[in-house]
């Protein structure tokens, strides 16, 4: 294990890593670079603790992280889904949630991330649960059924 068994290490364990040690688990040479450079942050206060993103809206979670190089929307949307349980997000450039609209809206093509934005509006304040059925309706299309 490149950390030890000691759990999840700290930004500043993180820091302590040479991109080589890093790049020795699998990662390349940008991705070790990106974990560095978030670690930095964590330790200079500008990534939110849990209990400052309890304070701040969703766009202001999203400014924050996505300024950071190597955090893109996708990662920041799913924190805000997955990690504080925000109900109403809508990932519309995530592949899932696309082809789950088209198969559920019988679109002949993808949407485009623009028009699922439009179309979204309808499902607030409840986007985080539309984007969970929308991933289950891309399920059906890889054959994983309900």
């Known amino acids: ?13 993180v820091l302590k890593a040479s991109p080589e040690r ?12 990106y974990i ?17 993103c309890d304070r701040m809206t969703d766009v202001e979670i999203l400014e924050r992280l996505t ?4 955090v893109g929307r996708w990662t ?19 592949l899932g949630v696309r082809r789950g ?3 559920a809206y019988r679109k002949r ?6 028009q699922l934005a439009r179309y979204g509006v309808r499902w607030a304040p409840h986007r985080t649960a539309a984007a969970w ?3 289950r309706a891309a399920d059906l299309l890889d054959g994983e059924g309900w």
């Open 109 to 114: 093509k993808l949407p485009e991330p623009e």
């Open 101 to 103: 609209f088209q198969f």
């Open 67 to 70: 300024s950071i190089k190597g």
């Open 36 to 52: 560095l450079g978030i670690a930095e942050k964590v330790v200079d206060g500008h990534i939110p603790t849990l209990d400052e």
């Open 76 to 94: 920041a949307e799913m924190l805000l889904i997955f990690n504080l349980g925000r109900p109403d997000v809508l990932p519309v450039h995530d």
């Open 133 to 135: 059925y929308l991933w």
């Open 22 to 33: 890093l790049r020795s688990a699998g990662l390349s040479r940008p991705k070790a670079s």
């Open 1 to 13: 294990m490149l950390f030890g068994d000691a759990g999840f290490p700290t930004p500043e364990a």
